[in-house]
Structures are given as structure tokens and as C-alpha cells.
């Protein structure tokens, strides 16, 4: 079985500062991690993923995150926070394509308000 | 352009009426799943299809039929919807191969059930 845990549900930034969003997970085979934002009233757009490889990961917006197998983290960040990162952000973790039809476990949400 | 399509887009009924979510994509997936979203639970999902006549649980399927008819079409049916199934549906396939397990949502489904 496999989970997410989004620490915070609801995060506040000043503009220009740093994000960071914490995601933990568990999983009980090689976890492909991935973080996906959404806009007020609309779908999902991927950020960030990551499979194999490279542990630091670069994504859309000027996000990036870390995937720390130690520690079962998964840490979004942006260095500097802009209006129009305000949306709720949802980190999940797979098994892979033949878990459940590829299911994705998605952690709780963090709803992002940005500060002027 | 790579697709996932969902209609209705926002939908409000009544307790008890049929209804049919249906989704389509346009990417000869093989994989495609259904999944609801609530306020601090984010999205579980309901049920998947490995292929064609070939569905199974997820972790939500009390209140939910799905069929795979065709490879394209996985349809979502509430055969007396309740007031607890209001919610976001999304719609989601994959493929394994070399997109390096790239999931596609649909837009997304506003269902209201009074």
C-alpha cells in the first residue's frame, strides 16, 4: 500500500520569497513521485515528476524538487514566490504502470496563498 | 493534440437519476482510471482499466459502475447517484512505453447530487 502525507494544508508566502511544500511518503516498491498544481476552478496541470535518475528535479513555473529516499521526502520549492503561484498543489506517488492502471496516491493538498 | 474528454463538464441532479460521465482519449492508451476529489482528501480513485473488458476496485467504487467497451471510451455511471458522490471526477490514462509514465487528466467533472 502506498500513501502521501502533505505536511500543511494551507501554506501563506510573502511575494519573492521561498516555497516550500512538504510531501512524505510510503511505498512498497520504487515510488515514481510526482506533484501537480491546480488553478481555482480548473484541472490538473503536472509541475514535476520523478521515475529514475537524477534525484533533483526541475519543472515547470520554476519549481523543482528533491526526492530523498532516506528521508521518503519529496519537497517542492520555488525560490521565489509570484501572484500567480496562488493554486492548491498535490504531491502522489505511483507503484508504476501495472499498479492498479498506473493508480496515483495523492496526498491531502496545499492550498498556496501568495502575499503582495 | 493528446486528449482526455470528459462531459459533462458540471452537472447537478437528483438523488436517485441514472447519470453517465464519460470519457474519451485519443492516445490508444491502454490504462485509464476514474478518480474523485474532496476538500482535504485530494483524489482517490474509484476504479481503473487495465484494457478493454478488463476493469477492477479502486480504493472508492461503492455507488459507481465502469465499463471498457471500447479502448478509447471508459465511462463513469452512478446507476442512483446520493448526495455523498457530489464531487470532482477526473478522468485519467496512461500507457506504458517510452512517455516515462505520463499520467493525462481530463478537465474535470462538477458533479452536484441534490
Known amino acids: 500500500a502506498q500513501s502521501v502525507t502533505q505536511l500543511g494544508s494551507h501554506v501563506s508566502v510573502s511575494e519573492g520569497a521561498l516555497v516550500l511544500l512538504r510531501c512524505n511518503y510510503s511505498?512498497?516498491?520504487?515510488?515514481?513521485l510526482f506533484w501537480y498544481v491546480q488553478y481555482p476552478n480548473q484541472g490538473l496541470q503536472l509541475l514535476l515528476k520523478?521515475?529514475?535518475?537524477?534525484?533533483l528535479v526541475k519543472g515547470i513555473n520554476g519549481f523543482e524538487a528533491e526526492f530523498k529516499k532516506s528521508e521518503t521526502s519529496f519537497h517542492l520549492t520555488k525560490p521565489s514566490a509570484h501572484m500567480s503561484d496562488a493554486a492548491e498543489y498535490f504531491c502522489?506517488?505511483?507503484?508504476?504502470?501495472?499498479?492498479?492502471?498506473?493508480?496515483?496516491?495523492f496526498g491531502g493538498g496545499t492550498r498556496v496563498l501568495v502575499k503582495p | 493534440e493528446a486528449q482526455v474528454t470528459q462531459n459533462p463538464r458540471y452537472l447537478i441532479t437528483v438523488t436517485g437519476k441514472k447519470l453517465t460521465v464519460t470519457c474519451s482519449q485519443n492516445?490508444?492508451?491502454?490504462?485509464m482510471s476514474w478518480y474523485r476529489q474532496d476538500p482535504g482528501l485530494g483524489l482517490r480513485q474509484i476504479y481503473y482499466?487495465?484494457?478493454?473488458?478488463?476493469?477492477d476496485k479502486g480504493d472508492v467504487p461503492e455507488g459507481y459502475k465502469v465499463s471498457r467497451k471500447e479502448k478509447r471510451n471508459f465511462p463513469l455511471i452512478l446507476e442512483s447517484p446520493s448526495p455523498n458522490q457530489t464531487s470532482l471526477y477526473f478522468c485519467?490514462?496512461?500507457?506504458?512505453?517510452?512517455?516515462?509514465?505520463?499520467?493525462?487528466f481530463g478537465e474535470g467533472s462538477w458533479l452536484t447530487v441534490v
Open positions: 511505498s512498497s516498491v520504487p515510488p515514481y
Open positions: 520523478y521515475t529514475t535518475g537524477a534525484t
Open positions: 482499466s487495465m484494457n478493454v473488458e478488463v476493469t
Open positions: 485519467a490514462s496512461s500507457s506504458h512505453g517510452v512517455s516515462g509514465n505520463t499520467i493525462y
Open positions: 502522489a506517488v505511483s507503484g508504476g504502470i501495472k499498479a492498479a492502471g498506473n493508480k496515483l496516491t
Open positions: 492516445m490508444n492508451h491502454e490504462y
